[in-house]
């Protein structure tokens, strides 16, 4: 789970009850974390490694922020059935999944290759790094900071 | 022959049964909680709209759905009725942009530590607030000032954006 650290006293907080339901929110948050399973880690690499390769375009420089994302699709598609985009707000997932703009690859970016997640970005990107794979030790390394 | 009255009336029930029926005194609410904290201190204004919520279970503004969140009254508190400009990033965990922003939050809230204030919000934990400031796409940053929304910058930009941003705010803040 993301940590909230930060230099200011979180305000979200301000007594122990919510922190204790927070708490509940992120053992569950957790819990589902844990679930996402290393086949479903593996099809979304599998998959980005090949849709990057036909869409000419570029895993980030920095390979944390692809593993993220992919690791973010692989929890969606365990637990949704699709991989939702981790980088958005929805007020219904489910609803989102069955209309299916927003699934990997999501609409933006095959019609003009407009990735706002940073999975697949074209060359002249200034984010945009060399490599065009990343190895499951890549992501597990990069996901288990948490 | 008249009927003689033997019987007397019951005696009237114990003047004590009358001082029973006294007003049970209002339950006293905890220490160190609700009106008592530190941000209610600091904006009297805002206690009484915040013991309000929690006397009367009055359902915040930022909580368009009716949920009841201490997280959306804390909100209000921090973020509405702050003295300063704040920043809130709006993030998810597997967000990986989202890292990127964070660093440059985190660099920023030292820089600036006094003259506005940095918080996070997870968009998991808290959808009642993303949805009511129409968060779509993650990372975004707000900016507020004097309770008003004045800038939203979505995406992985520059630190000199977010930087510029805050220097308006404070700027404006200061006239």
């Not at chain 1, 599998?46 to 593993?67: G, H, I, M, P």
């Not at chain 2, 007397?8 to 007003?23: E, K, N, Q, T």
């Not at chain 2, 990127?100 to 918080?119: L, N, S």
Request: glycine share 6%; with cysteine.
């Amino acid at each position: 789970m993301m940590s909230m650290a930060s230099t200011t006293a979180s305000p979200f907080c301000p007594s122990p009850m919510p922190r204790g339901r927070k708490c509940t929110v992120r053992v569950q948050a957790g819990a589902a974390g844990a679930d996402a399973s290393d086949k479903s880690l593996e099809i979304m690499r599998k998959f980005s490694e090949q849709y990057a390769r036909r869409s000419n375009t570029f895993f980030c420089s920095e390979k944390s922020v692809t593993a993220v994302v992919i690791k973010g699709l692989a929890d969606h598609k365990d637990q949704l059935g699709a991989p939702l985009c981790p980088c958005r707000h929805y007020d219904d997932k489910a609803a989102e999944v069955a209309q299916g703009f927003w699934n990997c690859p999501c609409v933006p970016m095959r019609e003009r290759k407009e990735c706002h997640c940073m999975l697949f970005l074209t060359p002249d990107n200034d984010f945009a790094g060399q490599d065009q794979a990343i190895t499951l030790e890549e992501i597990k390394d990069a996901t288990s900071k948490i | 022959m008249a009927a003689t009255a033997t019987a007397c009336p019951a005696p009237p029930p114990p003047r004590s049964l009358y001082r029973g029926v006294a007003l049970a005194a209002p339950g006293r609410r905890r220490a160190g909680y609700g009106a008592s904290s530190s941000a209610a201190r600091r904006w009297p204004g805002c206690r009484r709209r915040w013991a309000a919520h929690r006397i009367r279970t009055v359902s915040c503004a930022y909580s368009p759905r009716g949920a009841k969140t201490i997280t959306a009254c804390s909100w209000n508190e921090y973020v509405i009725c702050s003295d300063i400009p704040v920043l809130i990033e709006f993030w998810a965990s597997w967000c990986g942009p989202c890292r990127m922003v964070h660093r440059i939050v985190d660099e920023i809230a030292q820089e600036y530590a006094g003259r506005i204030k940095c918080y996070k919000l997870d968009t998991d934990d808290y959808p009642q607030v993303a949805t009511s400031y129409s968060i779509e796409r993650i990372p975004t940053v707000l900016l507020f000032k004097d309770g008003e929304k004045t800038h939203s910058i979505t995406g992985t930009l520059p630190k000199a954006v977010y930087v510029r941003a805050i220097e308006k705010s404070i700027s404006d803040s200061e006239q």
